[in-house]
């Protein structure tokens, strides 16, 4: 006669999913530096302009002319500067440019970014755990990618 102890059999395998993807990770990260760089670039330019639109202002508010562009006779209707204000206002034109160009690639790495993040695929991992007993020995033998 055969008893049968369900408590003693060794229970049956076991698959954990987990699901991962690598594209999507990259799309975040992509994301969120491609954001940073927008923040950056937009600085840029806003310093530039803030610098460019001050040469035009009296430090003093003493009307004394002491602005460092318009100040002077305009020429062909434009405004002119003197020996430092044309220097600075060179500068803040590379500035912002420079600004402007960052924040354009700021923002294809963040629509780049995101279209990977939000397009990409399910991906799974699997891992089997299955019990393993003979006479002599008992174990477990895991078997996935890892």
């Not at 950056?40 to 562009?69: E, I, K, N």
């Not at 294809?108 to 799974?124: H, M, R, S």
């Not at 033998?141 to 890892?146: A, L, Q």
Request: net charge neutral; hydrophobic share 40%.
């Amino acid at each position: 006669m055969r008893v049968d102890l369900p408590v003693l059999e060794l229970p049956k395998r076991t698959v954990v999913t987990r699901s991962t993807s690598s594209r999507r990770t990259v799309g975040k990260v992509a994301t969120l530096i491609g954001g940073g760089v927008v923040l950056v670039g937009g600085g840029l330019a806003f310093y530039a302009h803030r610098d460019y639109r001050g040469l035009f202002d009296d430090p003093d508010g003493a009307g004394l002319g002491l602005a460092h562009c318009g100040a002077y006779p305009n020429i062909d209707g434009k405004p002119t500067c003197d020996t430092s204000g044309q220097s600075r206002s060179n500068r803040d034109g590379n500035i912002g440019t420079a600004g402007i160009v960052v924040g354009v690639a700021g923002l294809v790495a963040t629509a780049t970014g995101l279209a990977l993040w939000l397009t990409a695929p399910d991906e799974a991992e699997h891992t089997t755990v299955t019990p393993m007993a003979s006479a002599t020995t008992a174990g477990l033998v895991v078997s996935g990618r890892f």
